[in-house]
């Protein structure tokens, strides 16, 4: 797999609102571009990211919305993403969150080494229960709803949470 390194920076907030700036580097897992299970994946990434959060009541339950526009970079075979994330999260009662989410991707262009341009949309559902002050379990399920040169995928998500 992958090892990412990177930090994210507030560039403003207020109240409501928040606005940050992310990069990551990813580093591959391996280098063994003979392996058939490992193309596409032996070269490093770049990932940089703009954030935008907005809090709010609906109703009287908060809420909030975030949207993430990214510019990932991927160096060697496979082409450049532009890829945007969208959260809507609500919290009806004291332990529970609800989220609904998107995850987005679309190549910029062809690759190298025979790698095509694609794009695909995922749609996410989940729950997040507190345990505890600090401590947060999830669960959930995606599906890929469109895409193009892509892989069908549908699945669980199951997370833990700890806040510090």
């Given amino acids: 797999g992958y090892t990412d390194i990177g930090g994210r920076a507030r560039i403003w907030s207020d109240d409501s609102w928040v606005v940050s700036a992310q990069a990551t580097f990813r580093i591959p897992g391996t280098f063994d571009k003979t392996n058939p299970a490992?193309?596409?994946?032996?070269?490093?990434?770049?990932?940089?990211?703009?954030?935008?959060?907005?809090?709010?009541?609906?109703?009287?339950?908060?809420?909030f919305f975030d949207v993430e526009l990214a510019q990932r970079f991927r160096f060697d075979g496979p082409p450049d993403e532009f890829r945007t994330d969208?959260?809507?999260?609500?919290?009806?009662?004291?332990r529970w969150m609800f989220l609904a989410q998107s995850f987005n991707v679309i190549s910029e262009g062809a690759g190298t080494w025979?790698?095509?341009?694609?794009?695909?949309?995922?749609?996410?559902?989940?729950?997040?229960?507190?345990?505890?002050?600090?401590?947060?379990?999830?669960?959930?399920?995606?599906s890929t709803y469109w895409g193009r040169n892509a892989l069908q995928e549908n699945g669980m998500v199951v997370g833990a949470w700890y806040k510090f």
């Fill in 38 to 63: 490992a193309i596409g994946y032996t070269d490093p990434e770049l990932d940089l990211r703009g954030l935008v959060g907005y809090s709010f009541k609906a109703g009287t339950m908060p809420a």
């Fill in 86 to 94: 969208v959260t809507f999260g609500i919290r009806p009662i004291d």
């Fill in 114 to 142: 025979g790698f095509g341009s694609f794009a695909y949309h995922k749609f996410q559902l989940s729950a997040v229960y507190s345990l505890t002050t600090t401590l947060s379990l999830q669960l959930g399920g995606y």
